[in-house]
């Protein structure tokens, strides 16, 4: 804490505190009743509403729960108490009206509306439309925000009305959503010929420019209306719209899903991860796939540009990610960032199968809610203990028989039952168990099938010979893995089978490769880890569960009801199963009756699991995004964050006071002591009003999206490289780039660390020194134990507090020295073996690095170390793709990676420009690895073509840019002219 005082901070007006009529503010002791609610007295304050979001007015009154009502039954009288407008740092409008207004919200509307007129001040202000189908009993939608205005435009005049012959996707598009035909169309091409009921309820809604959250089962179809408001917000709106994805592969999938729409329409769709997509991003409309880390960068440059104004409508799936950890900080602070500074003007959607408390959640996003029990494709639950299959109710209702010797948990003749005509997913506690799971499963199927010319020896449960089963598509998914660089000897006993396992140990491009096998049927059992659950849409008619852990916790009903949904492929499967298979029957079968029968978890908020250091981010992202800047600002625009509806207003008070304390002391805030309305030269303590400004510390933390504890690390550590750094090896700022937390790597082999240290070359030796490692501590580690597990944070004194200690100097150091030859194009199978690593895990380490390194290059741009700046800049691109610094350039031309980019700059080609002018016979005939010369003419000519729309690309990056700046001289020659 600052001093022996106690810190107090006055009311006075800051960044984020504009003046309001205190006309327009009922006294503390006012009552406000329902029944006697003035109109004209929010229309009063909703006028007073701009639409600058750095000078916005306290949104967070309570009119608009006092407006939201329609016909619904009486409700008994309630007094809601308002506080003055010089609100105590401890009293906040939401938390005082929170209860209140729960227990009096009719947000929700009524299944059917009586043909009784309402009352016009008890009217809703915004929603028109029709109420859902009263048919639907379950499903419910509830008001929004009342400052969210209507945002239903007409479609362009270029668009044409379907044809009354037009199918029914493309004329209800039309009708519901006023999109063009060409959308239509292209959903129909993709299968999808008919809307389900609930998205009819949705959509009209979503057309009028409310905010909306909705909660379906798995495969329910919940990302089609989100879709469609994505493009109406581009097309129609002419606005910037961004849906945010929790995870690289899924945005990867849905950009390229939505570039259809895009080659069609003209619309630009981007894709926003790693290092892909524009920053800071171009101006005019577009639809921008991020992953949460991207989507809050994005966020940020536009808040800091004044262009927040251009974003229209923001979807995010998987909206249980908000209390998921750091990630979920990052999602939960940004939201709050767009309900705080654009009130209404900025339609969100929030999608989940897995959030039992969406109206807390719809009410904290101003949304309405809209939940269903609907599934296209049923899904019947099991548990197996023993031989016996029980359902929910835990009632037998078959035994299994065993279909081997070896099958002594039946989970063969579980597979046996749908394969190979359906699929099976069985998710494991472990990647080792993956593995060895799909070994086992294999070495049973040998024995039935035959191996190597050898005659069966059992007989065949399976509906079919699952050897002869599209043996030709999986001998070309052998040859497709062995031309990624697999080498893993047990691809060519397994996959024949149509065995394979999913798990971070497997390349991107592997993983790719098994997907795209398991969606199409070539591969029929998968075994995975829990995270495929969240991943990819690979759904399978069976889905088995083996075991109730993922490594060493139990499983939570929300992963459990993630699990179970990857079952029922709509189209495909009739209806899907699970399987939940305890390892150990005796001691899990109280959190297996947990699991099948209770509610699942509700989603709480990751600021109040991560308090220690993620209340200290949002306090600084406050202060330095200009949007507030005195406490009572800063307490303001937390009251829209999730967790202020999830604890105390006392807690939530000294959290604030803790962290502006914390924030204060290392250096990231100064205090800036004003007199408030004063003329006196000394004002009194009464008069004086504390505001807080950024340092230059303060403002790279921010910028680098670096939680307060790791900037401190950093600061630290660039600032003994500024001192001396050595320059003649890629060791030294491999160093600084790789991750301080979070490694890829499962546990550091401290053996394996100590011997490869023993061997380094003497300038590696000074660079360890350097750094901070110590060899005794290295020894003594390998001595006592093979392993040391990596904790991030520990309790002390029931705070969670952030370790950092030489453990961590010794286990980025030795990623260090792997991504070091990483990036020297040294085959990944070799660096593998050298330190004992996965490929998977190697690939995973080079991609942390490269987003780092971002980080740390934009902590050293708010530092003002240049030339540090610079030599990362310069690095980047060698840790996107792994290769030295002359062929990064070709890396950006389609079907062209590391190995084939070596390949060209060993031919002779020196850049883009002259690979676009080659002729394919010569480039088939000097650049090695192209296969056969029928195939390599044909893939020159592919990479040729590339690389002339690659350069057109550029072409016209650089005519925009010159387009700009010559617009930009003649504005300002307009101003300076005479007039």
């Known amino acids: 804490m600052l001093g022996a005082r106690k810190r107090t901070y ?34 009063a304050f909703f006028a007073t509403q701009t639409t600058d979001y750095h000078h916005h007015p306290q949104h967070h009154l309570p009119f608009d729960h006092l407006t939201c009502q329609t016909n619904a039954p009486p409700q008994p009288t309630r007094t809601i108490t308002t506080p003055p407008p010089s609100y105590r740092p401890n009293v906040r409008y939401d938390l005082l009206l929170r209860d209140a207004s729960k227990a009096n919200r009719s947000t929700n509307i009524s299944s059917k509306l009586t043909s009784t007129p309402v009352p016009k001040h008890k009217q809703s202000r915004t929603l028109s439309h029709p109420i859902p189908s009263p048919q639907r009993k379950t499903s419910k939608l509830a008001h929004h925000h009342p400052s969210t205005p209507n945002l239903a435009l007409p479609g362009p005049s270029g668009h044409r009305n379907p044809p009354a012959t037009a199918s ?39 057309k009028q420019g409310i905010s909306l959250v909705y909660s379906l089962p798995t495969s329910g179809g919940k990302t089609l209306p989100a879709e469609l408001q994505l493009l109406r917000c581009s097309l129609l709106q002419q606005k910037k719209a961004l849906f945010v994805l929790p995870f690289i592969s899924i945005v990867a999938e849905k950009a390229e899903s939505l570039s259809r729409f895009s080659n069609q329409l003209t619309d630009s769709v981007e894709a926003y991860y790693s290092h892909m997509g524009k920053m800071p991003v171009p101006p005019g409309k577009q639809i921008m796939v991020a992953t949460i880390e991207k989507a809050f960068a994005i966020v940020n440059h536009m808040i800091e540009e004044k262009r927040l104004d251009e974003l229209g409508c923001v979807v995010v799936d998987e909206l249980h990610m908000v209390g998921d950890g750091d990630r979920g900080v990052l999602l939960e602070i940004m939201l709050s960032k767009l309900v705080y500074l654009r009130p209404g003007a900025i339609q969100i959607i929030g999608m989940s199968a897995t959030a039992p408390n969406i109206e807390e959640i719809a009410y904290w996003l101003r949304a309405g809610e809209y939940t269903s029990p609907f599934r296209p494709v049923p899904l019947h639950e099991y548990v197996k203990i023993g031989p016996s299959i029980m359902d929910n109710s835990m009632k037998e209702v078959r035994r299994l028989v065993p279909v081997h010797p070896n099958d002594r948990d039946h989970l063969l003749a579980l597979c046996s039952e749908v394969c ?41 449960p399976f509906q079919a010979d699952m050897l002869e089963y599209k043996k030709a598509d999986k001998a070309i998914l052998l040859s497709n893995l062995k ?34 096998g398991f969606s199409d049927r070539v591969l029929t059992v998968l075994t995975s880890t829990t995270t495929l659950s969240a991943g990819v849409n690979l759904p399978a008619r069976r889905v088995i569960i083996r075991g109730i852990k993922t490594g060493i916790e139990n499983i939570t009903a929300r992963v459990y009801k993630q699990m179970c ?4 492929r709509a189209g495909m499967d009739d209806y899907g199963e699970s399987f939940l298979m305890p390892m150990n029957p005796k001691q899990d079968t109280a959190h297996v009756k947990r699991l099948v029968s209770s509610p699942m978890e509700p989603v709480l908020s990751s600021l109040k699991g991560a308090c220690s250091h993620a209340i200290k981010r949002i306090v600084l992202d406050s202060v330095c995004g200009g ?8 307490a303001t625009f937390l009251s829209c964050t999730l967790i202020a509806q999830q604890i105390d207003a006392e807690v939530w008070t000294a959290k604030i006071t803790a962290a502006l304390d914390y924030l204060i002391s290392q250096g990231f805030l100064v205090v800036l002591v004003h007199a408030e309305g004063s003329h006196h030269a000394l004002p009194s303590p009464e008069e004086q009003l504390e505001t807080f400004d950024a340092t230059p510390l303060g403002h790279a933390c921010y910028k680098s999206t670096l939680s307060p504890e790791e900037a401190i690390v950093l600061h630290a550590e660039l600032n003994k490289a500024n001192q001396g750094m050595v320059l003649s090896d890629d060791l030294h700022l491999c160093y600084l780039t790789v991750p301080l937390f979070d490694l890829p790597l499962d546990a550091t082999t401290w053996q394996c660390l100590y011997r490869i240290y023993e061997g380094l070359p003497d300038i590696h030796r000074k660079i360890a020194d350097m750094v901070g490692v110590s060899p005794g501590q290295m020894f003594n580690n390998s001595e006592m134990c093979d392993r040391v597990t990596l904790r991030r944070n520990e309790v002390k004194n029931d705070v969670l507090v952030t370790r950092y200690d030489s453990n961590h100097v010794c286990a980025r150091f030795f990623g260090a020295l792997a991504l070091s030859e990483l990036i020297q194009e040294t085959p990944i199978e070799a660096v593998s073996a050298k330190y004992g690593l996965p490929r998977g895990s190697l690939e995973n380490l080079r991609k942390s690095a490269a987003t780092y390194a971002r980080m740390v290059m934009n902590f050293c741009n708010k530092m003002g170390w240049v030339f540090l700046e610079a030599l990362l800049q310069k690095y980047c691109p060698r840790f996107d793709h792994g290769v030295k610094e002359e062929i990064v350039p070709f890396m950006d031309i389609p079907r062209v990676g590391n190995i084939r980019a070596r390949h060209l700059w060993n031919a002779g080609y020196r850049s883009i420009k002259e690979i676009a002018l080659a002729k394919a016979p010569d480039m088939a005939r000097k650049v090695r690895g192209l296969g056969p010369p029928n195939v390599a003419e044909r893939l020159a000519g592919w990479i040729i073509r590339g690389a002339g729309e690659l350069l057109e690309k550029q072409n016209l990056e650089m005519r925009k840019q010159l387009q700009a700046t010559l617009e930009l001289e003649a504005e300002l020659h307009a101003r300076i002219a005479p007039s």
């Not at 007006?13 to 006697?36: C, Q, S, Y």
């Not at 949904?565 to 029922?568: L, M």
């Not at 949007?627 to 800063?634: D, E, L, Q």
Request: charged content about 20%; proline content about 6%; some cysteine.
């Open 10 to 43: 006055p009311h006075g007006m800051g960044v984020g505190e504009e003046n309001l009529d205190p006309n327009l503010i009922p006294p503390r002791h006012t009552t406000l009743e329902h029944a006697d609610f003035d109109p004209s007295l929010e229309e």
């Open 168 to 206: 029914s996707i493309i004329r209800t598009l039309h009708d519901l959503c006023g999109l063009p035909q060409e959308i239509g169309k292209i959903y129909e091409e993709k299968g999808i010929h008919k809307l389900y009921q609930w998205q009819e309820e949705c959509l009209p809604f979503l």
């Open 420 to 460: 190979p005509t359906h699929s099976v997913i069985i998710f494991c506690s472990s990647k080792d168990q993956t593995t060895k799971c799909a070994d086992d499963l294999y070495r049973m199927m040998a024995s039935i099938f035959g191996q190597n010319g050898q005659n069966p020896t059992h007989q065949n």
């Open 483 to 516: 031309s990624v660089g697999s080498k893993d000897s047990i691809w060519d006993r397994i996959i024949p089978y149509g065995v394979a396992f999913h798990n971070s140990s497997l390349t991107s491009e592997e993983r790719e490769l098994i997907e795209q």
């Open 565 to 568: 949904g990857r079952a029922g």
């Open 627 to 634: 949007i507030a800047n005195t406490f009572t600002g800063i």
